[in-house]
């Protein structure tokens, strides 16, 4: 069973960058498509952004593409979201998920195609 943990989140200002981590434990993940997803308070989870188990696909949300990057370092088993140029709109919780499906070189949009799921980080940008 694999196991999620992000960290990184917190509170800032508009403008600034935060990094988040999914480290993970248990099965290693470097065969899985990785993802981020986040929830805002009265919305749906929405997908941020994903990458292939080599690193070499990724995909974004239009919301965030430019600003974003996601990677993975498969030797630790950790994945991370760089978030730059950040928007009071970017507050949420955000997920670290895990796809199932093995040596995928495609990415995974809906969180209905992830298995395994984080306990969630909290992002809050001020303006």
């Known amino acids: 069973q694999v196991q999620l943990v992000e960290s990184g989140g917190g509170l800032v200002q508009a403008g600034v960058s935060l990094r988040l981590s999914c480290a993970a434990s248990?099965?290693?993940?470097?065969?899985?498509?990785m993802g981020w997803f986040r929830q805002a308070p009265g919305k749906d989870r929405e997908f941020v952004a994903a990458i292939t188990w080599s690193g070499r696909n990724t995909g974004y949300a239009d919301s965030v593409k430019g600003r974003f990057t996601i990677s993975r370092d498969n030797a630790k088993n950790t994945v991370f979201l760089q978030m730059n140029s950040l928007k009071p709109e970017d507050t949420a919780v955000y997920y670290c998920?895990?796809?199932?499906?093995?040596?995928?070189?495609?990415?995974?949009?809906?969180?209905?195609?992830?298995?395994?799921w984080g306990q969630g980080t909290q992002v809050t940008v001020s303006s």
């Open positions: 248990g099965p290693t993940i470097s065969a899985f498509v």
């Open positions: 998920a895990a796809a199932g499906t093995l040596f995928s070189r495609d990415i995974y949009y809906t969180p209905q195609q992830y298995s395994y």
